[in-house]
């Protein structure tokens, strides 16, 4: 099993960026859950984003109208495009696929 995330890095307020996951060695991937979370220093991880198998998507309060979880079912790939970021998105970013396997994290830094 293997969660391959990136797309993490630095950009100013107001920018954006957009992560990607690569997920391999799972079964039945399609009919699972693929999702976001991300933990700040100090902080609890919280819940970014999730995507179901049926299309349905749930965001966390502090990132609705400003990121979007997509999904590419032929490529077992998850993606979250995410705008108009703010230095409190600064965190490591992990992919899940039904919280039971986890990527390594990507660092996202948002400089204000």
């Known amino acids: 099993v293997q969660l391959q995330a990136s797309g993490g890095g630095l950009v100013q307020a107001g920018g954006s960026l957009r992560l990607s996951c690569v997920a391999s060695g799972i079964i039945m991937i399609d009919m699972r859950i693929m999702g976001w979370y991300r933990q700040a220093p100090g902080k609890q991880r919280e819940l970014v984003a999730v995507a179901t198998s049926g299309g349905s998507t749930n965001y966390g309060d502090s990132v609705k109208g400003r990121f979007t979880i997509t999904r590419d079912y032929a490529k077992n790939t998850v993606y979250l495009q995410m705008n108009s970021l703010k230095p409190e998105d600064t965190a490591v970013y992990y992919c899940?696929?039904?919280?039971?396997?986890w990527g390594q994290g990507t660092l996202v830094t948002v400089s204000s």
């Open positions: 899940t696929v039904s919280n039971q396997h």
